[in-house]
Nanobody, 126 residues
Framework: QLQLVESGGGLVQPGGSLRLSCLAS????????MAWFRQAPGKEREGLSC????????YYADSVKGRFTMSKDNAMNAVYLQMDSLKPEDTAVYYC???????????????????WGQGTQVTVSS
């Protein structure tokens, strides 16, 4: 059974950076599409970035394009989200997700539902 554990959240000032990590256990991520989502209080869960298992294509939502960078390290069995130029509206709980059947390309990302981490809080405030 695949388990995902996020870390790296915290309090940061506007304009600052954080790097989130998602470490997997119980299975190798090599054949899983991976994604980062977030959910702010009172808002729906938002997909931020996804990476395909087949060719490594990466999708970014418009809200984070140019500021966030997703990467995957199969040797470490982990995915990362480098977040730069953070804004107060980036405040949310951030989740990683894995799904062997998700569809990911540079313009689309869908089908994540099988495995989720517990989330890590990111707060952007002065």
């Amino acid at each position: 059974q695949l388990q995902l554990v996020e870390s790296g959240g915290g309090l940061v000032q506007p304009g600052g950076s954080l790097r989130l990590s998602c470490l997997a256990s119980g299975a190798t991520l090599e054949h899983f599409a991976m994604a980062w989502f977030r959910q702010a209080p009172g808002k729906e869960r938002e997909g931020l970035s996804c990476i395909a298992s087949s060719d490594g294509s990466i999708y970014y939502a418009d809200s984070v394009k140019g500021r966030f960078t997703m990467s995957k390290d199969n040797a470490m069995n982990a995915v990362y989200l480098q977040m730069d130029s953070l804004k107060p509206e980036d405040t949310a709980v951030y989740y990683c997700a894995a799904d062997p059947g998700a569809l990911v390309g540079i313009y689309y990302c869908s089908g994540f539902g099988d495995y989720w981490g517990q989330g890590t809080q990111v707060t952007v405030s002065s």
